[in-house]
T-cell receptor, first 111, second 115 residues
Framework: DAKTTQPTSMDCAEGRAANLPCNHSTISGNEYVYWYRQIHSQGPQYIIHGLKNNETNEMASLIITEDRKSSTLILPHATLRDTAVYYCIVRVALNDYKLSFGAGTTVTVRA | KAGVTQTPRYLIKTRGQQVTLSCSPISGHRSVSWYQQTPGQGLQFLFEYFSETQRNKGNFPGRFSGRQFSNSRSEMNVSTLELGDSALYLC??????????????FGPGTRLTVL
């Protein structure tokens, strides 16, 4: 059963912010939202995660709605190297040892 | 800090052969998880090792096995290769994925092709 829903694909202009939505309407109170990305044929790369509050790191920002049913990953200044498949997952950190990715969003950054 | 490394990066084998893949985790990480990724099945969990013990196992046949050494490096072995074993094999390391907010970091993967 799918825990998250993401758009299949989206385009973004180089230098502009890329806003990637994710719906997780059945998220539980102890589940975290994680984002990974995978550039073609490479290993997935951890981006960011959060529980309730908005989070920011050197790669991206994560905005989680107050009801926690959806979130948005923001890449502030997209570059061509950000072209990848982005996966949004929910995960109970404790005892949730295995990751499972859905289809993700294929993001294409265009010059 | 160096990331997760996997060797070899590419491998071509024939049906019936066996293969051993290696993974070196991030320094200080004691947990290593292995995943198989294919276009059709997506990311599937194989097994997880922590402090040289297999703690968790996915739903794969016994042809898939692994081990972890005292320095946390891990190997996985696939015996009697089948065409369907062609995949990207990923290793991920973490301090302890059963701990709070622990994050798994992936290596670049080993692309296995079975002919």
């Amino acid at each position: 059963d799918a825990k998250t829903t993401q758009p299949t694909s989206m385009d973004c202009a180089e230098g502009r912010a890329a806003n990637l939505p994710c719906n997780h309407s059945t998220i539980s109170g102890n589940e975290y939202v994680y984002w990974y990305r995978q550039i073609h044929s490479q290993g997935p790369q951890y981006i960011i995660h959060g529980l309730k509050n908005n989070e920011t790191n050197e790669m991206a920002s994560l905005i989680i709605t107050e009801d926690r049913k959806s979130s948005t990953l923001i890449l502030p200044h997209a570059t061509l190297r950000d072209t990848a498949v982005y996966y949004c997952i929910v995960r109970v950190a404790l005892n949730d040892y295995k990751l499972s990715f859905g289809a993700g969003t294929t993001v294409t950054v265009r010059a | 800090k160096a990331g997760v490394t996997q060797t070899p990066r590419y491998l071509i084998k024939t049906r019936g052969q066996q293969v051993t893949l290696s993974c070196s985790p991030i320094s200080g990480h004691r947990s290593v998880s292995w995943y198989q990724q294919t276009p059709g099945q997506g990311l599937q969990f194989l097994f997880e090792y922590f402090s040289e013990t297999q703690r968790n196992k996915g739903n794969f046949p016994g042809r898939f096995s692994g081990r972890q050494f005292s320095n946390s490096r891990s190997e996985m072995n696939v015996s009697t290769l089948e065409l369907g074993d062609s995949a990207l094999y990923l290793c991920a390391s973490s301090t302890n994925p059963q701990g709070p907010t622990d994050t798994q970091y992936f290596g670049p993967g080993t692309r296995l092709t079975v002919l």
